[in-house]
Nanobody, 121 residues
Framework: QVQLVESGGGLVQPGGSLRLSCAAS????????MGWYRQAPGKQRELVAT???????NYADSVKGRFTISRDNAKYTVALQMNSLKPEDTAVYYC???????????????WGQGTQVTVSS
């Protein structure tokens, strides 16, 4: 069983910074990609940023220039550095990973339980 554990959420003032981390554990052959999604109350879950094992990154337009995603393939971890935070960044942030567990077989997508990020004065 693959598990994703997030950390780093909290309360921060507008303009401040937070760093989210996520670690995958379990039987893992290869992590193809990891990323972050977020969901605010009453809204759909949306993509924030993703990164492949080849370091190809993808960011939502709303966070470009402010957030930076990085990964460590050997450690099965992904981090999201969030700078210049805005109140509209307030949401539950979920770690996501596309993982192939065995050499033979297809990949699956996994989700963490989420970590709250609140940006307010």
């Amino acid at each position: 069983q693959v598990q994703l554990v997030e950390s780093g959420g909290g309360l921060v003032q507008p303009g401040g910074s937070l760093r989210l981390s996520c670690a995958a554990s379990g039987i893992i052959f290869r992590v193809n990609a990891m990323g972050w999604y977020r969901q605010a109350p009453g809204k759909q879950r949306e993509l924030v940023a993703t990164i492949t094992r080849d370091d190809i990154t993808n960011y939502a337009d709303s966070v470009k220039g402010r957030f930076t995603i990085s990964r460590d393939n050997a450690k099965y971890t992904v981090a999201l550095q969030m700078n210049s935070l805005k109140p509209e960044d307030t949401a539950v942030y979920y770690c996501n990973a596309n993982i192939q567990r065995l050499r033979i077989g297809g990949p699956n997508t996994y989700w963490g339980q989420g970590t709250q990020v609140t940006v307010s004065s």
